[in-house]
């Protein structure tokens, strides 16, 4: 049973280029979670969807960027014009439920704006 | 001060060893989870631990949580050299429903 899976591992984006990152969830499950990790510091929440819903976009920046889990394929994250303080890990999470229950995380997405 | 404070901020000590870290939090919790992070890598599963519970324990690790002092610790038993990591705690409060909360992480060096 594979992981939470994302793609890219690294991206490099000049600024005012779009970036788009890909999470595909654990087999079975149904809830997705985008945090976004700077150097140093912990991870903070950026979103929360299920398919074909976003339920908590409470951490989501109000411009530039958007998420979306389509009833088929990954979870994407893009972020449009892409800014050098957008630089940071960006890691997904899956669940089978949503709460009270463990996140498996996968490996981030490494952005760099250069 | 934010959810889901760790300290200490770093810890160095020697393989044989225990480690414990601590994390505070401010609000209600529907549980509480610990994490692994290897330099530059995803972050591993390693304990949750819920709001009706005291103590839980898994091989050499062992969570407890004081919901009245609003705490929690993580020890880890014999310490080697393959602990070295950063530490999470996150939280899933109540009123937010399930999103987690992470402290800022406590960074473990296991010496050889």
Same mark, same amino acid.
């Given at each position: 049973?594979?992981?939470?899976?994302? +793609?890219?591992?690294?991206?490099?984006?000049?600024?005012?280029?779009?970036?788009?990152?890909?999470?595909?969830?654990?087999?079975?499950? =149904?809830?997705?979670?985008?945090?976004?990790?700077?150097?140093?510091?912990?991870?903070?929440?950026?979103?929360?969807?299920?398919?074909?819903?976003?339920?908590?976009?409470?951490?989501?920046?109000?411009?530039?960027?958007?998420?979306?889990?389509?009833?088929?394929?990954?979870?994407?994250?893009?972020?449009?014009?892409?800014?050098?303080?957008?630089?940071?890990? #960006?890691?997904?999470?899956? &669940?089978?439920?949503?709460?009270?229950? *463990?996140?498996?995380?996968?490996?981030?997405?490494? %952005?760099?704006? %250069? | &001060?934010?959810?889901?404070?760790?300290?200490?901020?770093?810890?160095? *000590?020697?393989?044989?060893? +225990?480690?414990?870290?601590?994390?505070?939090?401010?609000? =209600?919790? +529907?549980?509480?989870?610990? #994490?692994?992070?290897?330099?530059?890598?995803?972050?591993?599963? %390693?304990?949750?631990?819920?709001? +009706?519970?005291?103590?839980?324990?898994?091989?050499? %690790?062992?969570?407890?949580?004081?919901?009245?002092?609003?705490?929690? &610790?993580?020890?880890?038993?014999?310490?080697? $050299? $393959?602990?070295?990591?950063?530490?999470?705690? $996150?939280?899933?409060?109540?009123?937010?429903?399930?999103?987690?909360?992470?402290?800022?992480?406590?960074?473990?060096?296991?010496?050889?």
């Amino acid at each position: 049973n594979a992981g939470v899976m994302q +793609n890219p591992r690294h991206l490099v984006r000049r600024r005012g280029q779009e970036a788009r990152l890909r999470c595909s969830p654990m087999k079975g499950h =149904s809830h997705v979670y985008w945090y976004r990790q700077l150097p140093e510091e912990g991870l903070k929440f950026m979103v929360y969807l299920q398919k074909e819903n976003i339920i908590d976009e409470s951490g989501m920046p109000k411009e530039r960027f958007s998420a979306e889990f389509p009833k088929e394929g990954p979870s994407i994250l893009r972020i449009q014009q892409v800014v050098r303080g957008d630089s940071a890990a #960006y890691f997904c999470a899956s &669940s089978p439920l949503g709460t009270k229950n *463990i996140q498996y995380f996968g490996a981030g997405t490494r %952005l760099s704006v %250069l | &001060s934010q959810q889901g404070e760790e300290d200490p901020q770093a810890l160095s *000590i020697q393989e044989g060893e +225990n480690a414990t870290m601590n994390c505070s939090y401010k609000t =209600s919790i +529907n549980n509480l989870q610990w #994490y692994r992070q290897n330099s530059g890598r995803g972050l591993v599963h %390693l304990i949750l631990i819920r709001s +009706n519970e005291r103590e839980k324990h898994s091989g050499r %690790l062992r969570v407890t949580l004081d919901t009245s002092k609003k705490s929690s &610790s993580l020890l880890i038993t014999a310490s080697r $050299a $393959a602990d070295t990591a950063s530490y999470f705690c $996150a939280t899933e409060k109540e009123t937010s429903g399930s999103r987690l909360t992470f402290g800022e992480g406590t960074q473990l060096t296991v010496n050889p």
